[in-house]
């Protein structure tokens, strides 16, 4: 473990109502695990704007980062420590009002063999940060979550109505049949926008790794009175994302094809719908979460940008910014992946005052020569 002293700090934090359900006025002092990645870099840099104090942690895993504190985060003065680590969190929460939790080993990964260290990482770091909390009487927690909860998104049959999908048949996905059909009449289903109760069916070990986060910050609540927003981010894309490692998002991968005069390749036809959201527009919803009333108990709400495509249009899109060779449609996919998962933001706005303001084109072509992070050290 490295530790770095942090310096003193004159709590100024005034909150409104009693404790469980308190809102802000004036500073908060907020600990941002994963604060020098892709989306908590981008939290720690907005809630400082905001005049706020920031307590700032990354394990800098090498399946993200170059093994280098990235330029834009050392302005931060963060600590290099592992969210596992039960004495160097006993120490950050001191005089913490809440905790921002965005350390993750992310993405679709390598293959199974990467399931000890999801689960390290992702579930046993929360549940040793949640025990934290609890013992520095923190009761407030921002829990980055994600749309891979949901597995396939929601359907909607003429004649049966809302129906959940059976995972996709790799006969089917051979043939290029790649919508899944009715599981009652086997009829084309329409996709529909995916609320928050929708069914939680996890489809590959990352996504199984935040479902279970949830379940772990769910039980603290319940035991401890604490509110939890979970923000089920959507595809977040944007300026300090890793690139070059099979642990990046689709849109990074893009880049990095188009950057080095290849044409990004598209599984299947192209035509699976997402909801491509902004990172600035992530960390905005996080700093409305932290600052709004605490929920009751844990509130899981979806971070999109309300603007849905299908990843054939981002992929021309970044190639017509780049001025690069235009997609390749190679068919097939990649195991775990699902068809489409479109977002309602209803309760984003209803709850949190959230909107999306980047849209689509806009962000897309400032993608094209955003900066991005170093090669990872483990970058195969």
């Known amino acids: 473990m490295r530790w770095k002293p ?4 004159d709590h100024q ?11 802000y ?10 604060a020098a990645g892709f989306v908590g870099s981008q939290v720690a840099d907005l809630l400082v704007a905001e005049g706020h104090e920031v307590v700032c942690l990354d394990a800098l895993l090498p399946q993200a980062h170059g093994g280098e504190l990235p330029e834009w985060s050392r302005r931060h003065a963060p600590v290099v420590g592992d969210v596992r680590d039960a004495e160097l969190l006993d120490r950050l929460l001191s005089g913490v009002d809440a905790v921002c939790h965005q350390a993750a080993m992310v993405g679709h ?3 199974p063999s990467d399931a000890p260290d999801y689960a390290s990482h992702n579930d046993y770091g929360t549940a040793v940060l949640l025990a934290a909390m609890h013992r520095a009487g923190v009761s407030r927690l ?9 597995g396939e998104g929601r359907y909607r049959c003429a004649r049966h109505g809302v129906v959940h999908p059976a995972p996709r048949r790799a006969v089917d996905l051979a043939a290029g049949r790649y919508d899944p059909t009715c599981p009652d009449c086997a009829s084309p289903l329409a996709a529909a926008l995916v609320p928050e109760d929708a069914p939680l069916e996890p489809r590959s070990t990352y996504a199984a790794s935040k479902l279970a986060q949830e379940h772990l910050a769910g039980a603290w609540s319940r035991q401890t009175g604490g509110g939890v927003w979970a923000l089920r981010y959507h595809n977040v894309y944007g300026p300090r994302m890793p690139r070059d490692t099979p642990y990046a998002g689709v849109a990074s991968i893009f880049r990095s094809a188009l950057a080095a005069g290849q044409p990004p390749r598209v599984y299947e036809d192209g035509a699976q719908r997402r ?26 709400v979806n971070v999109c940008s309300g603007e849905p495509h299908t990843v054939g249009e981002l992929a021309a899109a970044l190639a017509a910014a780049m001025g690069g060779p235009a997609p390749e449609v190679v068919g097939g996919a990649r195991a775990a992946d699902v068809r489409h998962v479109v977002a309602d933001p209803r309760r984003a706005l209803e709850l949190l005052g959230y909107t999306a303001r980047v849209g689509f084109v806009d962000g897309v072509t400032a993608f094209a020569t955003d900066p991005l992070r170093e090669p990872a050290a483990l970058a195969v």
């Open 6 to 9: 942090l310096r003193k700090h």
């Open 109 to 111: 990964g390598l293959d």
């Open 142 to 150: 921002v829990l980055a979550s994600s749309m891979v909860v949901y």
């Open 13 to 23: 934090a005034e909150w409104v109502g009693w404790p469980a359900r308190r809102s």
């Open 275 to 300: 909801d491509f959201v902004h990172v600035t527009d992530v960390a905005r919803a996080n700093l409305l979460a932290l600052t709004a009333p605490a929920p009751d108990g844990l509130v899981p």
């Open 25 to 34: 006025r004036g500073q908060v002092r907020v600990l941002v695990t994963g």
